[in-house]
């Protein structure tokens, strides 16, 4: 047992590229037109993802940080150069907690975090279960592999209108099933207005990035190399202890990157809370991004939806740096 | 940190060039130019069962305009569901049709920004002067004292859908006047799984429909004359707890309900599960749904008593479709003169007929298919007891705000709770301070 | 390559809970699916009445319906177009990307992977705006359409998937060991085709997985398809829409038309799956 060391990849990588990177540096360091080549070389790599992320992602950000600081309503639509400036007013507006809107933001803002721990949590606790049950062969393993890929391949819209389309109050077959058929509820339940829609709106988001989680997690265990698995047996490891000492560490690096986009992508998904209550989601389930697109492109005022997108970039920049930090420590080697 | 702080230096730079450029609206404000006079691209609404159906129906119509002009229009028919985004894409960057369609309800919204050529008397005069249009439609075209934004193109008024078995099953001989009546023969109605009103309580928009007339008949705007927002005025307050109390204290219409927004209030009535529907032009959809033109009939919308009129007795908005022209066309005479064609007599007769809607333009309203008596109906409300929604420029967010407490009330009286005085009161206070910024 | 795990035959408790917890999630995944099969073979007053497990009147007119309401082999071709060359693009810039942070060291790796990360971070809602705007000016400036055509909506997804690409790949290849493209290397190829020799094979199904993710991003994606296209270059995710009209849902076209447009990925997805699970870095380690 004791004799089981637990190299996760990551950590593996780490010290190779420790140890590696010296040993290389020293081997080269003689061949002075490699070294100049490859100076130039990791830019050029990176030049059309910077280009890309700068053209589509930066320099619309920056816009909206600059509109964030503007008046930019409908009469200024049209040339947002001319919005007056309007200092910190939206963000005073913002996060004036007493004042309805702010309170209503903060409401939005409480509601999402509770939405996205749930969500993500769940999505990663079904996606591991389902990719380490299915890690070894048997009879029906690539059926299943599949069926859990399904969800995922079907379109955002279809998907959720289908999901919107059960959770209907009268017709639906979530009620069909919990009350006409399992009796469980007292009455038909309401489920995409009130405060169950809370419940719908995590289910759907789980049924719909669990698959993906699954995916990124069943792709990371092939990279466990065999070997260790069959050294553990040797000594007598059972397949519980396997998993909890080969299996669940090695997916760290996997993990470290996969809980955080899901993170963010759960904290900013749009699509399925649009899909599922349209244009003013109910209170219960009022997530930041529709919270958000209400208060610019319902209402067209560009300005106080930039100064909430800004706040929310910050508090999430925050928690990643903070999560980084906690997630990256002992594993300095592998960090950049 | 150099790197962190040149990449920032290049992104911004980038970014303000972007800003400082993308006065797409600014160079042309003057109304268009005639850059292209032989193309034109038109985005219409959808109007009919499918947007593919809308293309079959406009298409020869475009044909038509292009052998007597010679100008080749390009349609695109935009699902509701992008409309407004697009026309704020459009507006932003000044890149869109030259003519389009708007719900008439946007007018006042979208002239503010300034994205439309407005219809001062020169522009009406191309098309044949604004007396051809009914008056109270003009009037849900643009802000009061000012130029329209828009020209009518579809009229619609809210009507009393009723299934005539039901009633008849339930020993009522005639459809209710007034809203006491509703209530009365609703409560026959509603027993055994039979529901008598219909509602789409999370319907924004249908919601606001519904509560502003009922606030006209408690003597009621929603906005003052200077634009201020008055949500929480008593009439205001009674019409909306009036419209809630259907569901929550008379029970006449079914707590499922409120969550409908996609018209499902429409397919119970179509199935005989509800016996009334206060809808604009159903008919085509009850048809489709498989009803038969005898089994339903048509009344004006109740009324507190009397007659439908003006003043307290409104019974309805002014609903329906506007055409506009976008100012930066590059063909603005041939957009004018595309306005005027789908204006014109002719097309009007046609094109409403198609859609069941009532012709904006007086002379076409002569033609004997509008006086059928489902039409008949939307046409006498519209000539006498409607009125257009609160033009002012934050008409959008009055929808969303109201709208979305309405839905939070109807969704509260669905569980159950009670919706009193109160808790009307109190939601749409909310709503008026989300109107503040 | 799948031989089992271990020699030793896994306990009954695990098998059981395996069948359990597999069945359970099986049955969540399809539950829709189930719905959306059945209800695209009932008649449109069916589907919306009361819920039925068993469609009572099997039709299948809506699978002839779907092509007539909205123009459904269109939508699927731009679809097509635009997922398939977004998702080879950002792969292939991510591959670059990933490898060049992964094998190198350089001024400015940090900044880089953190920006990239942080785009993650701005709802996605308020880019769209500026980036039309950006689409609009390049197009005056330089006569290149991006507003309305595949071309913009194309650069767009690529670029909304690259970030998680790039940090995927990054740990991918952090994974396979330095001794690989070194030694290429020494046997006379330059880093480039140390990456397409060794890295990329040996990443195969993280490559793919990250693929099928870019993909999958372009696919579904609602809203920014909404506003950036027109009638001629819009995608399914939106097109699909066109079945809920003013007057009508026409929920058993809905699901007709969403199980066409999917089988065609699902089928995708099957044909994937062996490279997905082919554990090349795990062989090639010894």
């Not at chain 1, 049209?78 to 007493?98: E, L, Q, T, V």
């Not at chain 3, 290149?144 to 995927?168: A, C, H, K, N, Q």
Request: net charge positive.
């Amino acid at each position: 047992m004791t004799v089981i060391v637990t190299p996760s990849s990551g950590h593996k990588a780490g010290d190779t590229e420790k140890t590696d990177g010296g040993g290389a540096r020293g081997r080269r360091l003689p061949r002075i037109p490699d070294r100049i080549r490859q100076g130039g070389l990791p830019y050029l790599l990176l030049l059309p993802a910077v280009v890309l992320e700068l053209l589509i992602h930066l320099i619309p950000m920056v816009i909206g940080i600059w509109v964030s600081f503007r008046q930019l309503t409908q009469f200024f639509i049209r040339n947002w150069g001319n919005s007056p400036f309007a200092g910190f007013d939206n963000y005073k507006i913002a996060i004036d907690f007493d004042a309805p809107i702010g309170q209503a933001l903060l409401h939005s803002f409480l509601v999402t975090c509770a939405f996205t721990v749930l969500s993500v949590g769940l999505s990663w606790l079904f996606g591991v279960t389902a990719a380490i049950m299915l890690q070894e062969n048997f009879r029906g393993r690539s059926v299943l592999r599949t069926i859990f890929l399904v969800p995922y391949a079907l379109p955002v819209y279809a998907a959720v209108i289908t999901w919107a389309f059960m959770f209907q109050h009268d017709n639906g077959l979530i009620n069909h099933v919990l009350y006409d058929q399992l009796g469980l509820t007292d009455r038909p339940s309401f489920w995409l207005i009130g405060n169950n829609s809370f419940i719908a709106l995590v289910v759907v988001s789980l049924w719909k990035s669990w698959p993906f989680a699954f995916l990124m997690l069943m792709a990371a265990l092939q990279n466990i190399p065999r070997d260790l698995y069959e050294a553990a047996s040797i000594d007598g490891a059972g397949i519980w202890q396997q998993i909890r000492t080969i299996t669940l560490p090695s997916l760290r690096p996997v993990n470290q990157v996969l809980v955080l986009v899901l993170f963010l992508w759960t904290f900013n998904d749009f699509n399925t809370p649009y899909v599922l209550f349209g244009k003013s989601a109910p209170e219960a389930a009022d997530l930041i991004s529709i919270h958000i697109y209400q208060s610019s492109f319902v209402t067209w005022n560009f300005g106080s939806g930039s100064a909430m997108s800004v706040l929310l970039l910050l508090f999430l920049l925050l928690v990643t740096a903070v999560y980084l930090f906690l997630t990256s420590r002992g594993r300095k080697g592998s960090d950049v | 940190m150099r790197t962190v702080r040149a990449a920032a230096a290049i992104a911004l730079a980038s970014a303000l060039t972007a800003v400082a450029g993308c006065g797409g609206g600014s160079s042309s404000g003057g109304g268009g130019s005639n850059e292209s006079p032989k193309t034109l691209t038109y985005w219409a609404s959808n109007q009919g069962p499918s947007i593919e159906a809308d293309k079959k129906i406009l298409t020869p119509e475009l044909k038509k305009f292009e052998k007597e002009t010679g100008i080749k229009v390009k349609l695109e028919v935009v699902p509701w569901a992008d409309l407004l985004n697009r026309i704020l894409a459009a507006t932003t960057s000044g890149q869109g049709p030259d003519v389009l369609n708007i719900g008439n309800t946007w007018s006042a919204s979208l002239q503010a920004t300034g994205a439309l050529l407005p219809w001062d008397q020169k522009n009406f005069d191309a098309i044949g002067g604004r007396d051809r249009f009914v008056d109270s439609a003009v009037a849900s075209a643009g802000a009061e004292g000012q130029d329209p934004s828009a020209v009518p193109l579809y009229s619609l008024a809210y009507a009393l859908y009723y299934n005539k078995k039901m009633f008849a099953d339930a020993g009522i001989s005639q459809p209710p006047a007034t809203w006491d009546q509703l209530i009365a023969d609703g409560r026959k109605i509603s027993k055994d799984g039979k529901w008598a009103l219909g509602a789409e309580g999370a319907n924004l928009s249908n919601n606001i429909h519904q509560v502003f007339a009922l606030g006209k008949q408690h003597g009621a705007d929603f906005f003052d004359k200077a634009g201020k927002p008055t949500f929480t005025s008593d009439g205001a307050v009674a019409a909306v707890k009036q419209y809630i109390d259907f569901m929550a204290k008379d029970k006449i219409i079914a707590p499922g309900n409120a969550e409908y927004a996609q018209n499902q209030s429409l397919q119970d009535f179509a199935k005989g599960k509800t016996a009334m529907v206060l809808w604009q032009a159903a008919a085509s959809t009850f048809a489709s749904q498989g009803m038969k033109p005898e089994d339903w009939g048509v009344a004006p919308v109740p009324v507190p008593s009397g007659t439908p009129g003006t003043g307290q007795n409104l019974n309805s908005m002014v609903a329906g479709i506007n055409i506009a022209v976008f100012n930066n066309t590059k063909n603005i005479d041939g957009a004018k003169k595309f306005v005027k064609f789908m204006t014109s007599d002719a097309e009007q007769k046609l094109l409403n007929k198609t859609y069941g809607s009532v012709p904006p333009v007086k002379a076409a309203q002569e033609d004997p298919a509008f006086s059928a008596s489902d039409v008949k109906v939307l046409r006498d409300t519209l000539a006498t007891s409607a009125a257009p929604l609160p033009q002012v420029a934050n008409e959008s967010q009055f929808e969303t705000t109201v709208g979305t407490a309405v839905k939070g009330l109807f969704a509260d009286a669905a569980a159950g709770k009670p919706v009193t005085t109160e808790s009307v009161k109190a939601a749409l206070t909310k709503a008026q301070q989300q109107m503040a910024q | 390559m799948s031989r089992p795990r271990s020699p030793i035959a896994p306990p009954r408790s695990f098998i059981w809970t395996r069948r359990v917890v597999l069945t359970a999630l099986a049955a969540f995944a399809l539950l829709p699916v189930y719905v959306m099969v059945s209800s695209s073979l009932k008649p449109l007053q069916d589907v919306s009445g009361k819920f039925q497990w068993f469609p009572t009147n099997l039709t299948i007119r809506p699978y002839f319906d779907i092509w007539k309401t909205v123009p459904l082999a269109k939508y699927f071709v731009n679809s097509l177009i635009v997922a398939g060359s977004a998702t080879v693009l950002s792969v292939v810039i991510a591959v670059f990307a990933a490898y060049a942070v992964s094998r190198y060291r350089f001024r400015g790796k940090r900044v880089f992977t953190v920006t990239v990360l942080s785009t993650q971070m701005f709802p996605g809602i308020l880019f769209l705006l500026p980036l039309f705007l950006i689409f609009v000016n390049i197009g005056n400036s330089t006569g290149v359409e991006l507003y309305g055509s595949r071309g913009g909506l194309i650069l767009t997804y690529l670029t909304f998937s690259l970030p998680f690409s790039i940090w995927m790949l990054i740990g991918y290849f952090d994974s396979i060991p330095r001794e690989l493209d070194e030694a290429a290397m020494v046997d006379g190829c330059g880093p480039i085709r140390a990456l397409f020799r060794v890295v990329v094979p040996a990443a195969v199904p993280g490559i793919v997985a990250v693929a099928v993710y870019a993909f999958m991003t372009a696919w579904g994606e609602v809203l920014f398809a909404s506003v950036m296209t027109n009638d001629a270059t819009r995608t399914l995710a939106v097109g699909l829409q066109g079945y809920a009209t003013q007057n009508d849902v026409y929920w058993n076209q809905i699901m007709a038309a969403s199980l066409v447009v999917s089988v065609p990925v699902v089928v995708g997805f099957l044909l994937l799956q062996r490279y997905l699970v082919a554990g090349l870095t795990a062989g090639a380690v010894k």
